[in-house]
């Protein structure tokens, strides 16, 4: 079936330096994206989103990109902190209607190194 | 605070027992969810529940029921536990109003051990 789905299970990137966390996801009807940080021990917490009409949107600290040519969306966090340190989801939603929620995509474990 | 909360946030339980999981939130969202997160992360929807419209997902059994008092509450009913149950159990809710567009706001979930 259809489904969003993560690069790397597993990154690793120096305190200061920034990241990038890839995500794949094959429903052409996708239209809205979502990032989200789930922390040890806590529910997933919103980061960002985005809409298909557009291809890159900046929060503080991050940005989110979408290329919807090869179906592919990114997280891009600036000078990581220890508190970064988490799972990132992608998740994608269409525009079939009905309250059906997100689809999640497998997550990355992110680790910041002292 | 503003939140979805869930109770109880740990719950170990022995098969065949029959369990309930409850869900509030005060945000005025019109649409709860209850997702379920397996041993290696992977979050999956269980339900969905808007204006007594319930989706659900072709997937769960029968066991799992979801139950709404009202539109802040949804809680999660499962009948005759079994050790394939063991999982966190997240709670979620969403403003749909006239777009399927809106970030979900997750508890902080509920581990369930069925031993």
């Known amino acids: 079936g259809e489904s969003v789905g993560l690069h790397l299970p597993t990154l690793s990137v120096q305190e200061g330096d920034n990241s990038i966390i890839n995500c794949a996801y094959s429903?052409?009807?996708?239209?809205?994206f979502i990032w989200y940080k789930q922390e040890s021990g806590k529910g997933p917490q919103f980061i960002i989103d985005?809409?298909?009409?557009?291809d890159k949107r900046q929060g503080q600290r991050v940005t989110v990109l979408l290329n919807k040519t090869v179906k592919h969306l990114s997280l891009q966090i600036a000078a990581t902190q220890p508190g970064d340190s988490a799972v990132y989801f992608c998740?994608?939603?269409?525009?079939?209607?009905?309250?059906?929620?997100?689809?999640f995509g497998k997550g990355t474990h992110l680790i910041i190194q002292p | 605070d503003t939140a979805v909360s869930q109770t109880p946030k740990y719950l170990v339980t022995q098969m065949g027992n029959d369990k309930s999981i409850k869900c509030e939130q005060n945000?005025?969202?019109?649409?709860m969810y209850w997702y379920k997160q397996d041993s290696k992360k992977f979050l999956k929807i269980m339900f969905s529940?808007?204006?007594?419209?319930?989706?659900i997902n072709e997937t769960v059994p029968n066991r799992f029921s979801p139950k709404s008092p009202d539109k802040a509450h949804l809680n999660l009913h499962i009948n005759s536990l079994e050790l394939g149950d063991s999982a966190v159990y997240f709670c979620?809710?969403?403003?749909?109003?006239?777009?399927?567009?809106?970030?979900?706001?997750f508890g902080n979930g509920t581990r369930l051990t069925v031993t």
């Open positions: 945000l005025g969202h019109d649409t």
């Open positions: 998740a994608e939603k269409s525009s079939g209607g009905g309250a059906d929620g997100l689809t």
């Open positions: 985005i809409r298909s009409n557009m």
């Open positions: 529940y808007n204006n007594k419209e319930l989706i």
């Open positions: 979620a809710s969403s403003q749909r109003g006239g777009s399927n567009n809106s970030p979900l706001h």
């Open positions: 429903n052409s009807a996708s239209d809205y």
